[in-house]
Each structure stands twice: as C-alpha cells, then as structure tokens.
C-alpha cells in the first residue's frame, strides 16, 4: 500500500516527508493509458501534489496545475489531505528518451510557463499562488515553489521508475523543510547532505527505498517518525455530479442532445469512465425544470 511517512529531527529543526506512491501512479497509468514520458510528468504532478496536501488539515483541497507552453500540454492534479489524488495531462502520448542513456524525457517536453497551486479550504474563497517554472522536472519547481511562495526554504526529489515494457515500476519522492530555530550551521550540514545524498532515481531503485530516502536525508542524525499515512488515487466522479452538471444547462440543449445525439455521453477527465444518459433521463431534466 502507498503511504507517506512524516518525520522530524530529534531537535525539531528540520522535517522531511517521503512517500511511496508507486500504486497510485500505476492506477493513473493506467487509467489514462499513457505513455512513457506522459506517465512520469503526470506521475511527478501527483507526488507534488500528495506532498501539497499533506501540510494541510481538515477538508483542504488542492489543485496543483502545470501551465506550460510545451509538448505535454496542461497537467492537471486535485489531491486532499487524506492522501487522495486524481488528475490528468493534456498529451498522454508522449514517449522520448534519450538515446545514449535511456532516461525518459521530462522537462523539454513541459516546457516554460507556471507552477499554479489554488488552495480551497471549503468556505467558498479558493487561494491562488503561482511560481514560474524553472525547469519543468516538476521536482524543482515544486522546491521552488516552497521555498518562494510558502517562504520556507525546502529540498525535494522525486520521480517515476519504469520498467522493460514501460510500466510504473516504483514512484516516490521526499521533501526536506528548515523549520524555525535551525542554526545556520545546521542548515549547512543538510544542505550538504542533500547535495551531495544520492539521485533521487537509484534510491528509488533501492530493495527498501523508503529507508533508503530517510537514512540520505538524515545521515547520522537522529528523527522520529509523526505518523504515516495512505496514499491512493481516487476519483469522486459519479453519475449524479454530471447529472448536476447536465442540469444546470438551458433546457434547449438538452432536447438538442435528446433530438440530434439521442442522449449524451461523458467521460471523466480524471479517471476516464464513462457515463451515458439515455433520452428518458435527460427527458426527466427537462421536466424538473419545468
């Protein structure tokens, strides 16, 4: 099962989540039937995200957009602090590597455009802050975020593993926080751990990577663990949200769906079901609005 552990140093001036979302980025995988270099940006979109989400309480949501001018096209998250996540990328078939090492293509490919993060914490005024990209690896971008936006300065790596055939074979990442009482000192030691701690992607690689990722982050230092919580992906489309949806339209669309498409049909973007509504069914929206 994926999950997110939370740690702190012993002396409480510094923190650090790791994650394994390995799962939940094989379900979108396959959800959105994407390719290579689509599945990792997406892929890298819901880490940043589950890592969003996380520092929120109560029944916060956060949508993390990845506006950019490149190949992948938009890239979509919504993720709460229950460790949920859905979403979707504009292009998922996208597939380049580099021919010399094989590594998959990411950051060419998103492009130059905008870190967007709307925070809505359920009382009908969503917060909006945005960051430029600077890299389009979705990892910095997000430490980037963090660091300029939230104002607290943060490391973080992760990434997307495939294997022969292109599969999700392991997804995570971590982030590393300076919180308030670090000596300049301190904050030197774990800059220099991280800088020099190994890439994100062998650690992954590692038999046990999430004790792999804490032991590179704190070295010798001791932590303790906080809590460590699921992880999934999860999408709450259901037949009523479209039927809301369909209802709210004039009621001369709907017989224009009724009368030319005898019926209607839609496809979530986030997890790619389908719903069709019959002509009986929008026959009844008509109705109640009479």
Do not use: W
């Amino acid at each position: 099962m994926d999950k997110i552990t939370k740690t702190i140093s012993e002396n409480g001036h510094f923190r650090a989540f790791v994650l394994d979302s390995t799962e939940t980025i094989r379900t979108a995988q396959e959800k959105h039937d994407s390719m290579a270099s689509s599945t990792v940006a997406l892929g890298r979109t819901f880490i940043a995200n589950q890592i969003l989400a996380a520092n929120e309480k109560g029944d916060t949501k956060i949508t993390l957009k990845i506006l950019a001018d490149g190949a992948t096209g938009a890239i979509i998250s919504v993720a709460n602090n229950k460790g949920q996540v859905k979403g979707y990328i504009q292009n998922p078939d996208l597939d380049y590597k580099k021919t010399a090492t094989g590594d998959v293509i990411v950051g060419p490919l998103v492009g130059q455009g905008q870190f967007l993060v709307i925070t809505d914490y359920g009382i009908g005024h969503p917060y909006n802050s945005t960051t430029p990209l600077i890299s389009g690896e979705i990892g910095e971008d997000l430490a980037y975020y963090l660091t300029e936006s939230q104002q607290t300065p943060s490391a973080v790596g992760l990434n997307v593993l495939l294997d022969q055939e292109d599969k999700v074979k392991v997804a995570g990442g971590f982030m590393v926080q300076v919180l308030p009482g670090a000596s300049e000192e301190e904050i030197s030691r774990f800059e220099k751990r991280i800088q020099t701690m190994p890439s994100i992607s062998s650690l992954l690689a590692s038999p046990s990577h999430m004790e792999a990722l804490l032991e590179a982050i704190y070295g010798p230092d001791n932590y303790k663990i906080l809590s460590e919580e699921p992880l999934s992906f999860n999408c709450d489309c259901s037949e009523r949200r479209f039927l809301d949806a369909l209802a709210g339209l004039p009621a001369s669309d709907i017989q224009e769906m009724i009368t030319e498409d005898h019926g209607c049909d839609i496809t979530c973007q986030f997890c790619r079901k389908h719903y069709h509504f019959t002509p009986e069914k929008l026959e009844e929206l008509i109705r109640d609005k009479s």
